[in-house]
Every structure is written in C-alpha cells, then in structure tokens.
C-alpha cells in the first residue's frame, strides 16, 4: 500500500495532482524517482528537479573574517525560537569560534572549545534554556586568495544564505551571484558538475515525453537537444537567466565584469528534511477514498 507521506512528497515534488501521484507511485512499485518521471512523461508534472521538504526551522549565517568566511546552519523545532535572542546569539558564538579554527565539518566543530566549555555543551544547555532541540545540522568552510572576492547574501532573516567565490570582478558582481542563487535555486555552479547520470536520465524522460505527444523517434531525440539546454538553464546557477537583467544570463554578466565564479554555497534552512505534519496523512486518505 502507498503511504500517504510518500503521495504527499510526491504531490510537492512534481505540483501533480493527488490521485496522478498515487496513480504514479503504484505503477512504479512505490519509487519516487521512477513515479516522478512516469508523471512528467504523461505530461501530470512539469518540474525539471526535485523540491526540497522544507521542515526544521531555525537559520543560516554567514561568518567572514580577511580571507576565510564560516556558513552554519542551526535548526531548531518552530520558527518562533529563531527570533528568540538567546539563540541568535548562540549562533554569533558558533560562527565566531567555526570562524578562529581548523574545523571543517559539524564534527569538529562541536569539540570546539569557547569560555564556558564545547560547543556542544553551549547547544545542550540552550536546549535545556529554550525548550526546543537545537541543533547544529551543516557547515561549510571558504577560503579565498588577494584577487578573489566573497560575496554574501541573506535572505528572509536567514531562512537561506549564500555566499559565493569569484575571482576578478569586485565584492558587488560576487553578491549580485549570491542574489541569483538565494532567487533561483540553481543546484550546480556550470553545467560539467552536473553528473552525467542525470544529464542521461533527463535526456531519456525528455524524449519520453516528446514521443508521448505524438513526435516519431527522430523528431523527438532532435527536440531533446533544445530542451535539454532548457534544462541547463533552470538547474545551472552560470547558464540562469540574470534576475537583474533578464536579456543575458549569469555568465555573461560576469564575463562583462571581468569575473570568473569558483565557488557558490547555498544553505536553505530545512532542506531535505521532514516535515511535521499534523492531520495530513488523514486528508490526503480521505480525499482518495472520496471522503
């Protein structure tokens, strides 16, 4: 039996109807990937990638100090306790010490010793303060050289923060990138670290999808090459339309700015996770059983 999670994760992935995914998923033996292209093939979904399950709260930061900049990221259980200032400040606290260390992963950086212990101890005892279970889900550690620039941008408070690497250029055209990023969501920085798998697997469900409107083979492999450039253009951050002016993409802005991009991480707070749900499973039960 098809749970109703797996429908519901489904339903946000794709923006397909209820009964399509949980058509999808029983034709596919209940593997999403598989019912994900099943959907986009029969034309039910039209997005390209994946959507994350936004669950935990909390916030990202970023920490930059000459030439090393820290981007953390600390969830908590409700969006309240991310206002909450005990916490804010014990993010401060994380970053600072991340920031003065040799730590390159959440590891590390719980062994990292401040003035009143860890920075595990710090985050068992705000737990215990606050009343919610913090924390500290991901870091990630840049570097730069003289000639290079970071560029920073929060959004949301800190519901997402990304910080960029260009070499050239200045710290404006950096943050500009770090904008496009937190906007559009690319998954990859140009289009060779995009895994040939998944070049492959889009190449397949494109022509799927092209024959299934009716295109004869040939017809449909050559369609592919003009969506599969599409496609590069929604996932890869340089081939993305430039929020700032929609008439040429990333690579050209910074082509006319002298700037190479070497580096982008994007932290959106609760990625990947689930999320809690109350009387979901319920609704979506007794609309399939047309309750």
């Known amino acids: 039996m098809i749970s109703a999670g797996l429908i519901k994760e489904l339903r946000e992935m794709s923006g397909a109807g209820m009964l399509d995914c949980k058509s999808a998923l029983e034709k596919t033996n209940g593997n999403i990937e598989e019912a994900m292209d099943w959907l986009r093939e029969k034309g039910f979904a039209t997005a390209t990638k994946k959507s994350s399950r936004i669950a935990a709260e909390g916030l990202a930061k970023i920490f930059i ?78 570097e730069k050289e003289t000639d290079q620039h970071f560029g920073e941008y929060l959004h949301n408070g800190g519901k997402i923060a990304v910080l960029t690497l260009v070499e050239g250029g200045n710290e404006e055209v950096a943050k500009d990138v770090a904008m496009q990023s937190a906007a559009m969501k690319p998954q990859y920085v140009l289009i060779e670290d995009v895994p040939e798998e998944v070049v492959a697997r889009e190449r397949e469900v494109l022509k799927e999808q092209s024959m299934n409107e009716g295109k004869s083979e040939e017809i449909a492999t050559k369609m592919v090459e003009g969506r599969i450039k599409k496609f590069f253009k929604e996932i890869v951050l340089v081939e993305q339309a430039f929020i700032k002016d929609g008439d040429i993409d990333v690579k050209t802005y910074l082509n006319n700015n002298n700037a190479k991009l070497l580096q982008m991480i994007r932290f959106e707070v609760g990625e990947g996770m689930e999320k809690r749900s109350d009387d979901f499973a319920s609704e979506v039960m007794s609309q399939i059983k047309g309750e």
Do not use: Q
């Open 65 to 142: 100090k000459d030439n090393k900049a820290v981007v953390v990221e600390v969830n908590a259980e409700t969006d309240f306790v991310s206002k909450n200032e005990e916490f804010v400040e014990m993010i401060d606290t994380i970053g600072g010490v991340i920031l003065d260390s040799k730590a390159n992963s959440v590891e590390d950086a719980l062994e990292l010793s401040y003035e009143e212990g860890t920075i595990n101890d710090l985050i068992v005892a705000k737990t215990a303060k606050i009343g919610e279970k913090l924390s500290l889900r991901r870091i990630s550690v840049l």
